[in-house]
């Protein structure tokens, strides 16, 4: 069946109905453009419910109009494709396609792919729906406007490919002439002005959010349609345009009218509607503003990309609004642009893949000067790394970067010695990106098992290890990773589609609902289930409201307090041992992949989790009494907690607030009588599970995870309090943000407070050995970059250690000389100053007031001038 509606509704609306299909149809590609591109918000909210469905998704935007911070963003290029285009002015057509094995939706029209645009914003949409055999023409018009696009707008050639199959295969065979007054219109290589009536109208109204200021686009629009009467609708809060100009180039029409409309949800949609002299209405809606580069201009004469929709109008989408005087409306005008960087004054990337082993590369543009290109696998500051050089001339460039499975990448040029970053892309691998297979049953558990009996019955604790060793087995050889809830029947007590329901029902079948119920408890889903349809179109105004989305998370953590609801079980002190026998197996069987040193092969993570539950229920109940050998066990289970591809493409949204949760407690417990960067064996232990899982951790919900907690109810409890917990989470969220937190926090637990001064870390105290304490800021933080400025200042003495690399220097206010040392991987800052109340020996000196090249240096490469430095502390003196 074929079908054409105008909605005020979002995207994300005709995505939801496609995942509540009775029929559970899969959905094989999902097409996302805009102008403006916010992939953190898609990735919360549309890219799970695709990659779920089994969909390949390509999102493409402008390529200097991204609006996400690289580092919030987490799937692109491993879960979607996206790509930067490139046109002489904006590229700007909003569209978003669904195609099945049979079925064909989208929708075009005036909202970008941002929390605004999707949700808040009152937008103005068309969908479509048809089959490959027979649709709409609309459905055809957008198929060939696709299938054009990459002949006229640059773009990534993986993507330029992706559109051009999806094109072909959205085309229907047929159309449905009940629909053929609809149409869709780009403007790649004809003007949309010249798809509006020659022919005089009796009326033409205009609402749009820009308008260019000197309203040549509106002047050509009443020269062309010949109105009688003009209305124009503009909103002062948000809207570009100039009342003077506005009224002058409507002033040759019969009679004007000029609305405010009102404060509220931004008016973003686009309208150009007219009453034609018989009296039927009609108009075009879609991406183009109503400015000379939006309607006047084709993109190969050096306007916008857009795309439209003309149709026949039943009611009018004018908007209501205040009329004003036209002596008042002259006096408005929005204020001018503010001025930005010159578009060309940085390389743009349109994207970069893998493939056949390399890293490939694409330029907008032939570079005109020599262009690096830096990598980063989560592009925090610092953590940038050239892999190579686009030379003059080329486009396109392979690099050979070994192990890259996801990250950033970036285009670098320096001109005039100043230094220009492109806008960040993400490193697309087509394999992993590609639809879904659909996937088939897992093994289970030969019974239900109850957590209680476990933890009380020896025996049935016994079955339960081979049982679960079984399964592992299994799964091995069936290469399976998670349950396979996109092709299980719908249960009649579960909402058609509902991807989170279906996964809880699959792991009650595939590990029984007490264990289950153990990692996803039961009151929590089920609300969490009920609230998953983020609804964003209220049927009255259009858009979603902050207490709508905070009405999702309450759905999670506005629940009894569970922790003080779970019970320890109180095992005997004569099976403890047994019981310790039990979870190394356990732990055996979960954290060793099937094929060796292919770590995709873990067994499924509702496993790894399930097995971390129980072993921190054993914690609680004290098994391991004082001894500490159950701390490489849990940090083996941190590891296999992490997500991997296979997770991040197919377990829904909702199963990460409960993994990232359990995380969180399995990390906390572990940081619990250990300190990071230590040197005991716990210390280590911490300290290697934190570099794996801080970024995780930090996507906890604390109230969430809060509910993970067990009380210390037994003798030799090993558990965490919720302060451990927050703080865990907290400096997990901080070290995302700042490279060196988790080096400040283990230097404040030290008695150290450190603070960023012109480029040095200072520490100032009442210690005794301030040469101590400056090489243990120079130690702890020089990890984190391998360069380091410190400065320990005591009432007694001032010590600075600068050092990059294994080259230190050494400088203290009571001696007027430069100490410089090698350092080695065992001879650090903190090594050389043990038992050492003074400088340490084996120094190279030189006067301080001649510094050698190396403090040159040095100084260059820490951006701080060590000689200024130096006598600084010195006259402190």
């Known amino acids: 069946m074929s079908d054409v509606s105008r909605s005020f509704r979002s995207p994300l609306t005709l995505l939801e109905q496609w995942r509540d299909r009775a029929d559970g149809a899969r959905l094989r590609e999902v097409v996302i453009t805009g102008y403006t591109v916010d992939l953190g918000f898609l990735e919360k909210f549309a890219i799970p419910t695709a990659r779920a469905l089994g969909a390949r998704i390509t999102v493409l935007g402008d390529a200097g109009q991204a609006v996400h911070d690289p580092v919030d963003v987490r799937r692109a290029g491993v879960a979607y494709q996206h790509g930067h285009a490139v046109c002489p002015r904006a590229f700007h057509p909003k569209l978003v396609v669904l195609l099945g094995d049979d079925d064909v939706w989208l929708a075009v029209g005036s909202g970008n792919p941002t929390l605004s645009g999707w949700g808040y914003n009152r937008e103005l949409w068309v969908t479509a729906r048809g089959t490959r055999q027979y649709g709409p023409q609309l459905i055809a018009d957008v198929a060939d406007w696709l299938h054009d696009l990459p002949g006229v707008v640059g773009m990534a050639s993986w993507i ?25 219109y780009g403007n ?37 349609t010949k109105p009688r009467s003009v209305r124009v609708a503009v909103q002062p809060s948000i809207a570009m345009f100039d009342g003077a100009a506005l009224v002058r180039a409507t002033e040759s029409t019969v009679d004007q009218e000029f609305r405010l409309l009102g404060p509220g949800p931004a008016r973003h949609g686009k309208l150009i509607e007219w009453d034609t002299t018989d009296g039927t209405t009609a108009g ?18 050096g306007g916008n990309c857009e795309l439209a929709v003309i149709a026949p109008h039943t009611d009018s989408l004018f908007p209501e609004g205040d009329p004003q005087p036209d002596t008042t409306f002259r006096q408005l ?39 690096v290109v830096e990598t980063s696998p989560s592009a925090v500051p610092g953590s940038w790394l050239a892999v190579g050089a686009v030379p003059v001339g080329q486009q396109t460039a392979r690099f050979v970067v070994p192990e890259l499975i996801g990250g950033a990448v970036r285009a670098v040029v320096e001109i005039d010695g100043v230094r220009r970053e492109s806008a960040a892309v993400f490193i697309t691998d087509a394999s992993r990106c590609r639809p879904r297979r659909d ?217 990460f607030d409960h993994l990232y949760s359990l995380l969180a407690v399995a990390m906390a417990t572990l940081r619990q009588g250990a300190h990071l960067r230590g040197g005991r064996e716990a210390d280590v232990l911490a300290t290697d599970a934190w570099r794996d899982a801080s970024e995780w951790v930090a996507e906890a919900d604390a109230e969430l995870a809060e509910q993970q907690l067990l009380p210390a109810s037994q003798p030799f409890a090993r558990v965490i309090s919720a302060r451990e917990l927050w703080d865990t989470i907290v400096l997990a969220q901080e070290t995302r943000q700042d490279p060196y937190a988790e080096a400040r926090a283990a230097l404040t637990e030290a008695g150290l407070a450190v603070r960023l001064d012109e480029g040095a ?5 009442e210690f005794g050995n301030p040469y101590r304490a400056a090489a243990r800021v120079a130690t702890e933080l020089g990890r984190t970059t391998g360069r ?74 820490v951006g701080v001038d060590l000689a200024v430095l130096a006598r600084r502390i010195r006259s402190s003196r």
């Open 439 to 655: 996937a088939s049953d897992e093994p289970r558990l030969s019974r239900s098992y109850e957590p209680d009996e476990l933890f009380t019955d020896p025996l049935i604790a016994q079955r339960f290890t081979a049982d679960l060793a079984r399964l592992v087995e299994l799964a091995g050889a069936t290469g399976g990773s998670v349950p396979a809830s996109s092709t299980s029947t719908v249960s009649s007590e579960v909402a058609p589609g509902d991807r989170w329901a279906d996964y809880l029902e699959d792991c009650d079948r595939l590990l029984g609902p007490g264990l289950s119920g153990l990692i996803f408890p039961r009151t929590s889903a089920t609300n969490q289930a009920t609230a998953a349809g983020w609804s964003i179109d209220d049927t009255d105004e259009g858009e979603l409201t902050e207490d709508e989305d905070e009405g999702v998370l309450d759905g999670l953590v506005e629940e009894p307090d569970t922790a003080s609801a779970r019970s320890v079980p109180d095992i005997r002190p004569d099976e403890r041992v047994r019981y310790r026998r039990f979870a190394a197996r356990w732990v055996a069987s979960v954290t060793e992949p099937a094929v060796e040193d292919d770590w995709s092969t873990l067994p499924p993570v509702h496993l790894r989790m399930t097995v971390t539950a129980l072993y921190l229920t054993l914690l609680a109940a004290g098994v391991w009494q004082e001894d500490e050998d159950w701390r490489t066990d849990l940090r083996w289970l941190v590891w296999a907690l992490i997500p991997d591809d296979a997770m991040l493409d197919e377990l829904p949204p909702e199963a």
């Open 333 to 371: 005008a929005s204020a001018p642009p503010t001025a930005t960087d010159p578009v060309g004054a940085a390389p743009v990337l349109l994207g970069c893949a893998l493939s056949d082993g390399t890293l490939v590369v694409e330029l907008a543009a032939p570079a005109a000067q020599r262009v």
């Open 788 to 861: 380091i400025v410190a400065v320990a200042r005591n009432p007694r003495c001032t010590v600075l250690i600068a050092r990059v690399d294994r080259t230190m220097v050494l400088v203290d206010s009571r001696m007027a000389v430069w100490r410089l040392y090698q350092l080695s991987g065992t001879r650090t800052p903190l090594s050389m100053t043990a038992e050492c109340p003074g400088p340490p020996p084996g120094a190279r000196t030189t006067p301080l007031t001649s510094p050698p090249a190396e403090v040159r240096g040095l100084s260059e490469q």
């Open 284 to 301: 075009m809606t879609g991406s183009a503003n109503v400015t000379t580069s939006a309607l006047l201009l084709s993109t190969v004469q």
């Open 160 to 184: 330029a490919a992706t559109l051009r199959q999806v094109a072909d295969q959205m085309q229907p065979a047929r159309v449905d002439d009940r629909w053929s007054p609809v149409r869709a």
């Open 188 to 224: 790649l290589r004809l003007p949309l002005l010249e798809r509006l009536p020659a022919d005089p109208i009796d009326e033409l109204r205009l609402a749009a959010p820009f308008y260019d200021p000197p309203a040549r686009a509106v002047s050509a629009l009443v020269n062309r």
């Open 761 to 765: 870390w200072w520490v100032e105290g």
